[in-house]
Each structure stands twice: as C-alpha cells, then as structure tokens.
C-alpha cells in the first residue's frame, strides 16, 4: 500500500528530517509542498516523522477565533494606550499617548427610537409625540403640588393604550402638552393665545369628537356591557377636558361653559359622583368646574341644587398608621385665633377642615410619608363648593360712615375669599404655572380695600390677619408680575399687575407684625413664616413663592402710605 500525505518524497524514498520538513511547511508555493510516501502496513513509523504528521493534520484547528484587522488595530492601539507607550506617527516620531481620547468606534450607532415601533392612533409628527411623553412623564407632579403627600398609586399605562387607539386623545394631548409648557416657559399670554393661529392638534381633535358624538350617542346600546360604555365615556371626559383647558387660556368663556356642560352630562349618565368609579378623573373635572367659578364669578355647575346634589359631607380625618407622631390638629392651633369666635359659624367650621388637612399635609411632608387620595378629594369638594355658595353682603360701619362713606367688607366675607384663594393655591393651580382669573381678583381687591376690621383688636390680631390675606393673594391670584419660579433672586415691583398697590401695602404689615426689612435682628423671613404658620400654611406649596414675593418687600425701599 501506498500511502501519500502531502509531503515531498526524497530520492530513495527516504522521508526529509523533521527539522527540514518544518520549514518547508511555512512554504505557500505549489513546488516546495512536501510529499511522505510510505509502502506496506507493518512496518514501524518514525517517531519523529509521525508527530510532524499529527502536527501537520491539527494545523488551523486549535488556533481560537481570530481578530480581523480593524480589531487586531484596535486591540494593539488600546494596548500602547493603556500602558503608556508612545505611538509612533507616519516619521516614526514617537507621540504622546496622552492626545489620544477616544478608541475608534466599533459599535454602530442607534438607529431611529423607541417610539418608531408604536403604531399611534393617528398620523401625529414625531416631535408631538416627543411633547407628549416628556408632559406625561411628568405630568402628576405637574397638575398636583402636593403630589408628594398624597398616595395617588402606581402610575397606570392606559394613557399610552389610549394614544394608540384613541385618535381624538392622542390629539388633545398633543396640544394640552404644547399649551401647558408655553404657559411654563413663558412664551405664550392671553393675548398671544388669542392672535395666535389655529393649532392643527386642536381642529383635528374637534373634527374627531364632532364625528364620534354624531356617530354614537353618550349612552351607547343597549346591549354593549357596563365596560364599553364606561370606557367610552371617560375617554371622551378627558378630551373634553384638554378642550376645556385650552378655551380657559383661550378665553373663550361661552366655550368653556359649553365644554363643562359636558362634562356634567357625562358625570351624570355614571350616575352622579358618587357612583363614579376614576376618583382621579373625577379630581380633575371637580377642579375645572371651580377654576371656572372662580375665574368667571359665575356659579359651578356641580352642587347647584342642593336637594338633587346635597354638600359632600366634610371629611373625618384619621390619623394614618404609619405616622406615629402625635399629630397636632387635635390641639387648639386654631381655636386660640381670636378672630375665629366671631366668625359665623359654617365659615369657622370649613376654615377648621382646611385647618386640619394642612397640618395633616405639612406632618406628612416632615415624615415623608403619604395621605390617601381621598382627603384631597373630600377636603377640596366639601370646603370649595361650600365657600363658593356662601355670601356676606357689604354693609355701612356706623363708626366710620363719615371718613369712609363706601360700603365696607364683613370680616366674614374676606375670610371667605382668602380661604378660596389659599384653597386654589393647595387643590387648584398646577406646579409652576398659575391658571389666569378674571373674576375673582377683582373681588378679591375690593374685599381687602374696604375690610371692616373694626371688629378686632388693632394692636394684635389686626396687621397679622392681613399679613396672611396678602400674602395669600399674592402668591395664588394677584397678578404681581413676581418671578415665582425662583426664590432666590430678589423681584421687582415695579408698578405693573397689581404689585402697585399690594407690595408696598405688604411692607407696611410686614413692620408692624415685628419684621423690620434690612435689621440685624432675626430675619425678616423667619418672622414672617410664623405669622403664617399661625393661620394656614403649607412650606411645600407656599414657601418658594412667598419668600419670592418677601423679597419684592424688602427691596422696595419707600413703602406707601397705606396701613
């Protein structure tokens, strides 16, 4: 037998050394390839010549996977980076391995988004959708300032359902998104809403709500389930709210009304608040419906006829577990406020809940701990309607009819505003951006011009009350052109909005309650925040924009002559 294994065969039939056989190996050439020839079967094999054999078969197979030359230029490249070496350039100058910073990128790079692999329920441009993600992301901090505090739940993934198959919804928060950071940013007013052409989001949510209602009635089939129909109506809810929104910048206050009438409708084919089941859609319409009370004067569509739709009872607060501190609304804080005791009586009682809900809230804080959802709820549903339906006529002050022939404020009666204005502040305006009135600061203005304070004591109770409903308005309804944004950077007052006539009044209130502006003494803040904390106060919500509007106070250098 003949056997051939690639190896060159000498004259003879004799096998070449090894040590010659390995270096023809190396050898590429067809003519240096070797040849063995070996003859019969029995005859002993050479050691040597048999483990060049084996070395010759097993060549290629144990070397591992090898670099291609990009990564074999790479790998030496980050070798004489990472050792320090010099690298030598095209001269053959050593350089500085320093100047090298970055390796040669060998990942490619990510291609189009996350986003590209939603089908949405409608044609919508990528950066609408970029808004809307970015507002959603945040937008229960946004809507809510005391969303720290309060235990809303997990956030649910529906609204990103909806996008993809509610094509009226994916439009109404392309342009509630787009409104809400303009009015964060600054970039929009009244006016400009008003000039400004038609937003292509809103006629396209329009055109598909005109369809939808025409098409299928608020109260679908008799033979859909309980689940459609709800479905369905707390979809349109919540388009008809961002329609709402945008006509209260708009000004559009006939469309507003319409909008809200709506929402009525809808509430009440659920069978009424009570029956309800989105208390979060709920919080929503609830706050609407008195954000257009108070920014129109007119009356809130919800709890107008008491015999059909009676007050939401006040709420029993109970101490959470989880707070173990003893909480102090069980004290007499507010009992001890002189003025109190000669309030009427149903107002006493909703400054007493509201009382109780702040400290509740301000523990929470401290704690750093959660309240349910339903204190918001019951607290701002059974106070606000109550204030909005409570009325203390003016009246002629026997002791001052000669000096001061108007008709003069009750001290009820501006109680009754302060309490809605702090109550619009902690359940109504959203984190950062403050929802225009019309109505209600004027109102408001004209309460504290004329207060009657004859009823307290001058020397105590008097500049500390009105410390607290000034700085209550300013910080919630008073449009006194502070930025409020930033606490830190003094503000001015220069006379525009109503920073005429209430920064200097402020001055004035802030002195006599023991707070000299520009003294070596305690700091004018300090001394301040306790004669609000004696009222109603929560730091969360009203630090960062009263110290914003102490410090328009204190750089106003000649306060006015109003006391």
């Given at each position: 037998m003949?056997t051939s294994?690639?190896?060159q065969?000498?004259p003879?039939?004799l096998p ?8 023809a190996t190396?050898?590429v050439s067809?003519e240096?390839?070797?040849f ?7 005859k002993?094999?050479?050691?040597e010549l048999r483990?060049?054999?084996r070395s010759?078969?097993m060549?290629?197979r144990?070397?591992?996977?090898t670099l ?8 030496a490249?980050?070798?004489?980076v ?6 030598a ?8 391995s320093?100047?090298i910073?970055t390796?040669?990128?060998?990942i490619p790079?990510?291609?189009g988004?996350e986003?590209s692999?939603?089908?949405?329920a409608?044609?919508?441009e990528?950066s ?5 993600i970015?507002f959603?992301?945040?937008a229960?901090?946004a809507l809510?300032p005391?969303e720290s505090c309060?235990?809303?739940?997990a ?5 990103m ?8 919804y994916l439009h109404?928060m392309?342009f509630?998104?787009?409104?809400y ?9 009244l006016?400009?809403y008003?000039?400004a ?10 055109q598909l709500l005109r369809e939808?209602?025409?098409?299928v009635?608020l109260?679908?089939r008799r033979?859909?389930n309980d689940?459609i129909?709800?479905?369905?109506r707390?979809g349109t809810?919540?388009v008809v709210?961002?329609?709402a929104?945008h006509?209260h910048l708009?000004?559009?206050l006939?469309?507003v009304?319409?909008?809200?009438l709506?929402l009525r ?7 009424g608040?009570?029956?309800?089941k989105?208390?979060?859609?709920a919080i929503e319409?609830l706050?609407c419906d ?5 920014h129109t004067?007119?009356k809130p569509?919800f709890f107008?006829?008491?015999a059909?739709e ?23 804080g507010?009992?001890d406020?002189a003025f109190?005791?000669i309030?009427?009586?149903?107002l006493?009682?909703?400054?007493h809940?509201?009382k109780q809900?702040?400290t509740l809230v301000n ?7 959660k ?8 607290t701002?549903?059974?106070?606000m ?7 203390f ?7 001052s009819?000669?000096?001061f022939?108007y ?9 009754r505003l302060g ?5 619009s ?6 984190a950062g951006?403050?929802?225009?009135y019309?109505?209600f600061p004027?109102?408001y ?7 009657d304070?004859t ?5 105590s109770?008097?500049?500390q009350l009105l410390?607290w ?11 006194t052109?502070?930025?409020?944004a930033s606490?830190?950077?003094s503000?001015?007052?220069s006379?525009t909005?109503d920073?005429a ?12 309650c023991?707070?000299?502006p520009?003294s ?7 001394t301040v925040?306790?004669?609000l904390?004696?009222?109603l106060?929560i730091?969360l919500?009203h ?8 410090d328009?106070?204190?750089?106003l250098?000649c ?5």
């Open positions: 003949v294994i690639g190896l065969s000498l003879g039939g070449v050394e090894p040590k010659n056989m390995a270096s190396n050898s067809a240096d390839m070797p063995i020839v070996a003859t019969g079967t029995k002993k094999v050479n050691p483990k060049f054999i010759h078969v060549m290629g144990n070397k591992g996977k291609g030359p990009r990564l074999k230029k790479t790998s490249l980050s070798r004489k990472d050792s320090g070496e010099g690298i350039n095209e001269e053959g100058e050593q350089t500085n320093a100047l910073t390796l040669p990128r060998v790079p990510k291609v988004s986003l692999f939603i089908r949405f409608d044609t919508i990528h609408a959708v970029t808004v809307i970015q959603s992301s945040m229960k901090k809510f005391l309060i235990a809303f739940g956030k649910e993934m529906s609204w359902e909806a996008l993809t198959m509610d094509p009226a109404a392309a509630s998104a787009r409104d950071f303009d009015l964060l940013q600054g970039r929009m007013t006016a400009g008003q000039q052409p038609p937003c292509p989001h809103l006629v396209r949510t329009l939808r209602l025409d098409g009635v109260a679908p033979d859909d689940v129909k709800t479905s369905f707390l809810a919540s709210l961002c329609l929104f006509s708009m000004g559009d006939p469309a009304r319409h909008h809200m709506g409708t809808i509430v009440d084919l659920e069978g608040l009570l029956a309800f989105n208390l979060k859609l319409i706050r008195l954000n257009m009370a108070l004067g007119g569509l107008d006829d008491l059909r009676p007050y939401w009872p006040y709420p029993t607060f109970a101490l959470p577990h989880d707070i173990s501190e003893p909480s102090p609304i069980y004290s007499s507010a009992e406020l109190l005791d309030l009427d009586p149903s006493a009682s909703a400054w809940v509201i809900f702040s523990s929470a804080a401290t704690l750093q701990r309240l349910p959802k339903e204190y918001l709820f019951e701002m549903v059974s106070v309607y109550r204030l909005l339906h409570m009325s006529p003016p009246s002629h002050s026997s002791t009819s000669a000096s022939p008709p003069q404020t009750p001290l009820n009666e501006a109680i309490l809605l204005a702090y109550s502040s902690v359940f109504l305006q959203w951006v403050r929802l225009p019309l109505h004027r109102v203005r004209h309460a504290l011009v004329n207060l304070l009823s307290l004591d001058p020397s109770s008097s500049p410390l409903l000034l700085m209550v308005g300013a910080i919630s309804v008073f449009d052109n502070i930025n409020l606490s830190g950077d503000a001015a007052s006379g909005g920073a006539w209430i920064v200097p009044w402020l001055r004035v209130n802030v002195e006599m023991g707070a000299t520009g070596d003494s305690e700091p004018t803040w300090n925040r306790r004669v904390d004696s009222f106060w730091p919500v630090d960062k924009p009263g110290k914003a509007v102490l328009a106070v204190i750089s250098e306060p006015g002559p109003r006391s």
